[in-house]
């Protein structure tokens, strides 16, 4: 017997089909006229943040691992060929579309690192068709990726200036918009601080750890809420944390007590979920005052810095919704522009001048101006322009090739640890920051006198 | 030669690892001590809003497909299995879970309905163990889907509202929360009303016509606009929507009509993407009167209701960002949550006081008073009550069989309409709109009195 070799995919893998159709139309629509008219000339593209939102005062870059894997198993596969040939894409394209594969640049602002408007995370060069397949995926993973690492940022960076080093946990994998979003989500928040994800399939994926108490139905699935603390733990003992409002807050903290000093054995915590959370805190913390008081129920870094604030007690926060949707930003501004194109081995940069959308022309180098240790200013250049400050972008793919070794999420986490804690602190508010300056180099300027 | 059978997956097809594992640990850890205390008794959820947006006046249910996909397709493999050992989940655990299939029942709203505060949208009656182990995914799926189903239906209504019957093309792939954010998005902008995607793998998955122009790269990479218009229009003659707004939007209207009357070509349009949309939009009709005017640049209902309220022209939208992550509303209030459990063969019906996150007890049924075709309110009720309207509610599930047949796209999408012209006008406004009445029944209210 022959071995039965099957392609089972591992959990939060992109299929190739996937990745190949995940566009939209007119990239294929343009790619075939550019063919048709021998015109795949080699361009330049931009992917950045036109403006970040008017809520943060920097955006942390994630996404760029998945972008990776995205262009190593992009592949137009028979099915995929057949519905576009169906909907009338023709022959020429199909055939340019069997033999696809990446040929060209790739650079990038690691993940982790903090970027800001117009600022290119990514910046691919490439024969244009090739670089306009990529725009829909490109934009989609590292919008939606940063959008939530930046999120979990400032929730992490609200409850440091507070000193009391709360656990942060990401518990949004239910209102995550889709089970990718809800596992990549997991992803980006343990790259913002977060400590812990109630998401076995983030836990499994990428090692986050995986952490969770009980949900109401536990409390009433039980005839009396001592019933259902006693059986919870006599099963999970001194791991257990108690969800003590289903009834009533105050008198599941009595009854904890109760039940702890008679079974006479300590558990983790109580976790409070409804209510005026800061004075329930507070209350419970007069009742138990030697367990955990863990905080959830439509938490965000507003309302945990209100709580803090305001002298709510807490040993941990859990953090869902509004985290892993970043929920008062959920669209990302982000753009992917053409900067330049080449003909003939001549570079011409090209910038669009759409009101409120105009583009920066030419590759670009962003340069940051760093002081004993602290973000001073960045500057946008052209690439190769001599100014000051260190070199945000690394090389990704040349010639098609990876050339670059994915870090370790722990390597990430700890560089956006870094380059937040380098950020001044004005723009770091959660809300009335500054913006961060980001100058235009005289290249560029020149350049645009020159184009315009 | 022996076949070789490959298991490979089909586009937007979830995994069964995925499903799996893509729960809250809390799940699990309940379930390991149900499993311990023998009390994996029979149970009765409710998946439901708490409460509808403030800013939404109903909710279109959408996602039923995948929660009856991912229920189908959920298996413990053994590496799920191993992991869940690895983290400290016991054998007896993990033998459950190599063995899990779902023998619960499921009743649900069909896709495409609409549902309101406290209604369940699916509520499933199974051994508690298993109902919780669907938590997430539930949640997770019909949260988002009718978010943006609900957020299409509103464009769709103010769109209507004018009587102009623009087309509504949806463009949002690259600001959805992910790959399966995108697809899945498109498929319920479909059910909304939208009548088309620039997405190609929900063409490719749902059958959803694919619509797409051009982007800004198009115009750029060529020397001049006119060239960039004429080569376009060599390719796509008369399919061609030109987008005009790259240096100047009138500059490019004049030059789009010099060039059609020079050849002689009918276009289908030009699109306008940035400026003033609506003074632009005049005056483009102005210039080119016989030729469409595609609008986008961040719409949503109220930019658009704005746009056509100054008497802005056009022929379509395009509706991307705001529309895939229901911008204004991108978190689903939406919970599952305990209403019954059975022992030894007596239901006892159960709520949780949590302050401003009360339950409604008992199995339910949704009846909805329809007169002359219009809905007048609807009553929650206890299931089997005696009490006017017509039962939402149909069985999905029964003792863990599929009883019911998926729709057709279309079906769903039809009813969708037909629900939205049956609502109160007051519900449908964008802005101010008025709660439709949900009774509670005498049932309901007798219940709650003896419980509390």
């Given at each position: 017997?022959?071995?039965?070799?099957?392609?089972?995919?591992?959990?939060?893998?992109?299929?190739?089909?996937e990745?190949s159709?995940f566009?939209?139309?007119?990239?294929?629509?343009?790619?075939?006229?550019?063919?048709?008219?021998?015109h795949?000339?080699?361009?330049?593209?931009d992917?950045?943040?036109?403006?970040?939102?008017?809520?943060?005062g920097?955006?942390?870059a994630?996404?760029l691992?998945?972008?990776?894997k995205?262009?190593?198993?992009?592949?137009?596969?028979?099915?995929?060929?057949s519905f576009?040939?169906?909907?009338?894409f023709?022959?020429?394209?199909?055939?340019?579309?069997?033999?696809?594969?990446?040929?060209?640049d790739?650079?990038?602002v690691?993940?982790?690192?903090?970027?800001?408007?117009?600022?290119?995370?990514?910046?691919?060069?490439a024969?244009?068709?090739?670089?306009?397949?990529?725009?829909?995926?490109?934009?989609?993973?590292?919008?939606?990726?940063?959008?939530?690492?930046t999120?979990?940022a400032?929730?992490y960076?609200?409850?440091?200036?507070?000193?009391?080093n709360?656990?942060?946990?990401?518990?949004?994998?239910?209102?995550?918009?889709?089970?990718e979003?809800?596992?990549?989500?997991s992803?980006?928040?343990?790259?913002?601080?977060?400590?812990?994800?109630?998401?076995?399939?983030?836990?499994?994926?990428?090692?986050?750890?995986?952490?969770?108490?009980m949900?109401?139905?536990?409390?009433?699935?039980?005839?009396t809420?001592?019933?259902?603390?006693e059986?919870?733990?006599?099963?999970?003992?001194?791991?257990?944390?108690?969800?003590?409002?289903?009834?009533?807050?105050?008198?599941?903290?009595k009854?904890?007590?109760?039940?702890?000093q008679?079974?006479g054995v300590?558990?983790?915590?109580?976790r409070?979920?409804?209510?005026?959370l800061?004075?329930l805190?507070?209350?419970?913390k007069g009742?138990?005052?030697?367990?955990?008081?863990?905080?959830?129920s439509?938490l965000?870094?507003?309302?945990?810095?209100?709580?803090l604030?305001?002298?709510g007690?807490?040993?941990?926060?859990?953090?869902?919704?509004?985290?892993?949707?970043?929920?008062?930003?959920?669209?990302?501004?982000?753009v992917?522009?053409?900067?330049?194109?080449?003909?003939?081995?001549?570079?011409?940069?090209?910038?669009?001048?759409?009101?409120g959308?105009?583009?920066?022309?030419?590759?670009?180098?962003?340069?940051?101006?760093?002081?004993n240790?602290?973000?001073?200013?960045d500057?946008?250049?052209?690439?190769?322009?001599?100014v000051?400050?260190?070199?945000?972008?690394?090389?990704?793919?040349?010639?098609?090739?990876?050339?670059?070794?994915?870090?370790?999420?722990?390597?990430?986490?700890r560089?956006?640890?870094?380059?937040?804690s380098?950020l001044?602190?004005?723009?770091?508010?959660?809300?009335?920051?500054?913006?961060?300056?980001?100058e235009i180099?005289?290249?560029?300027?020149?350049?645009i006198?020159?184009?315009?």
């Amino acid at each position: 017997m022959s071995e039965m070799k099957s392609e089972k995919r591992k959990i939060g893998e992109i299929t190739k089909e996937e990745v190949s159709l995940f566009a939209d139309s007119y990239e294929l629509t343009m790619a075939q006229a550019h063919l048709e008219r021998d015109h795949n000339i080699i361009s330049s593209f931009d992917l950045s943040f036109r403006d970040i939102p008017s809520n943060r005062g920097y955006m942390l870059a994630a996404g760029l691992e998945d972008v990776v894997k995205c262009i190593e198993s992009i592949t137009f596969e028979e099915e995929a060929i057949s519905f576009l040939r169906e909907i009338g894409f023709k022959q020429d394209l199909c055939d340019y579309l069997s033999d696809f594969s990446f040929t060209g640049d790739l650079r990038a602002v690691p993940e982790g690192s903090v970027v800001f408007q117009s600022e290119p995370i990514i910046e691919i060069t490439a024969p244009i068709v090739e670089a306009q397949i990529l725009e829909t995926m490109l934009i989609n993973q590292i919008g939606f990726q940063s959008l939530v690492a930046t999120k979990a940022a400032r929730v992490y960076d609200v409850v440091q200036k507070y000193g009391q080093n709360q656990s942060l946990i990401e518990f949004g994998a239910r209102r995550a918009h889709g089970i990718e979003a809800g596992i990549k989500a997991s992803r980006a928040a343990y790259i913002g601080g977060f400590e812990g994800t109630s998401n076995l399939a983030a836990g499994a994926i990428y090692g986050i750890p995986v952490m969770g108490t009980m949900a109401h139905s536990w409390m009433q699935s039980y005839d009396t809420e001592e019933e259902a603390f006693e059986s919870f733990i006599e099963t999970y003992g001194e791991d257990s944390i108690l969800l003590i409002d289903t009834y009533d807050t105050i008198i599941g903290a009595k009854k904890v007590k109760s039940i702890v000093q008679t079974k006479g054995v300590k558990i983790k915590g109580v976790r409070l979920d409804s209510g005026d959370l800061v004075s329930l805190s507070k209350k419970v913390k007069g009742i138990i005052e030697d367990l955990g008081i863990y905080i959830t129920s439509g938490l965000d870094e507003y309302k945990i810095d209100l709580f803090l604030k305001e002298g709510g007690v807490a040993t941990g926060f859990g953090v869902g919704g509004n985290l892993v949707t970043s929920q008062d930003s959920p669209v990302a501004e982000i753009v992917y522009k053409l900067v330049q194109t080449e003909r003939d081995g001549e570079r011409t940069p090209c910038m669009k001048l759409s009101e409120g959308k105009q583009t920066y022309p030419g590759e670009k180098s962003i340069r940051r101006v760093i002081k004993n240790g602290k973000y001073q200013r960045d500057i946008l250049a052209l690439r190769g322009e001599s100014v000051d400050g260190e070199e945000q972008l690394v090389d990704v793919y040349i010639n098609g090739e990876l050339v670059y070794d994915l870090p370790e999420l722990e390597v990430i986490r700890r560089r956006a640890k870094d380059s937040i804690s380098a950020l001044p602190e004005s723009c770091k508010k959660i809300e009335g920051q500054e913006r961060y300056r980001v100058e235009i180099s005289k290249g560029i300027d020149a350049l645009i006198k020159t184009l315009l």
